[in-house]
């Protein structure tokens, strides 16, 4: 069965780093898109940045932009996000998430609803 296991989250100051690991099994993996969420108390789950493992194309947030980076390790079946220049409002639990490429539009790869496979989450906390 397809699973998704986050890792990487936790406390760290403003402007300091954090890299998150999406670990995918129980798919071919480069018939996807792998995308990174997330959602704070009270808001919406918001698309932060994805890649499509068969040609690693990117998609960002504009929130994101020059502070992120997304990449994947095609041999062990994982996707990176480096978080860097981190600000408070950053802080949120960060979901990876799967779908075929086949089943996305351009501009679907940053919408939560396009999404079917979803792991359980990680939180980030940016103290200011």
């Known amino acids: 069965e397809v699973q998704l296991v986050e890792s990487g989250g936790g406390l760290v100051q403003a402007r300091g780093s954090l890299r998150l690991s999406c670990a995918a099994s129980?798919?071919?993996?480069?018939?996807?898109?792998i995308g990174w969420f997330r959602q704070a108390p009270g808001k919406v789950r918001e698309g932060v940045s994805s890649?499509?493992?068969?040609?690693?194309?990117?998609f960002y947030a504009d929130s994101v932009k020059g502070r992120f980076t997304i990449s994947s390790d095609n041999a062990k079946n994982t996707v990176y996000l480096q978080m860097n220049s981190l600000k408070p409002e950053d802080t949120a639990v960060y979901y990876c998430?799967?779908?075929?490429?086949?089943?996305?539009?351009?501009?679907?790869?940053?919408?939560?609803?396009?999404?079917?496979?979803w792991g359980q989450g990680t939180q980030v906390t940016v103290s200011s």
């Open positions: 998430a799967a779908d075929l490429i086949g089943k996305l539009y351009y501009n679907d790869y940053l919408k939560s609803v396009k999404y079917d496979y």
């Open positions: 129980g798919f071919a993996f480069n018939d996807y898109a």
């Open positions: 890649i499509r493992i068969t040609d690693g194309r990117t």
